[in-house]
């Protein structure tokens, strides 16, 4: 196998891309390959993939394995299936541990989220903005895959989170693509965090709100 090598400057800060994953065989080594294709766009900062993963019958993890021969930047973190609170707490965790990061970044692996955009919310990021969240709810944001009852289902999940949870400026709680700073992560109780999916997300950034973000 050719050997994929980019070059390293021990000079620039770490930002780690979260992605869990469960069953994405299909999609893993095309959004793998995008995130680090990304590297040459970024002046600021060393990118690292971890893949947690839920222990994928479709050989997600066996997909992976194979990459992380052509990718030296690339983890994989295993474990079973709780919920996608929990793939973000082992993920994080594991970033923060292994790479001790300047940025950490969230983002599904299914192609929801386009990689393209990672120097942009980590140019965000070198501006001052301690968390950054890629929204599909403000101008030129859209859904074209979410169904009628998926998009209600969002809309009203955002409003009442925003409302009740005093984060009236925050367009997006549920996005699952978002760049933070690391610093900021350290500070929150990731215990009390609920481990489903909507409810992370939005309890995430409460928890980040209160932390100064």
Known sequence: MKQHNPQKNESLLKACVVLPTYNEAENIESITKAVFAMQSNISTHQLYVIVVDDNSPDGTQEIVKQQMQQYPNLRLVTGNKVGLGDA???GISFAITTFNPDLMLQMDADGQHDPKLIPKLINLAND???LVIGSRLIA???TPD???WRK??????????????GMKNVKDCTSGFRCIKANLLSKCDFDYLSTRGYSFQSSLVYELIRHGA
Request: net charge positive; proline share 0%.
């Open 88 to 90: 973000y707490k082992r």
């Open 128 to 130: 001052g903005f301690s």
């Open 140 to 142: 030129g944001g859209s």
């Open 146 to 148: 979410f169904s009628i």
């Open 152 to 165: 209600f289902l969002s809309t009203l999940g955002n409003l009442l989170v925003r409302y009740l949870g």
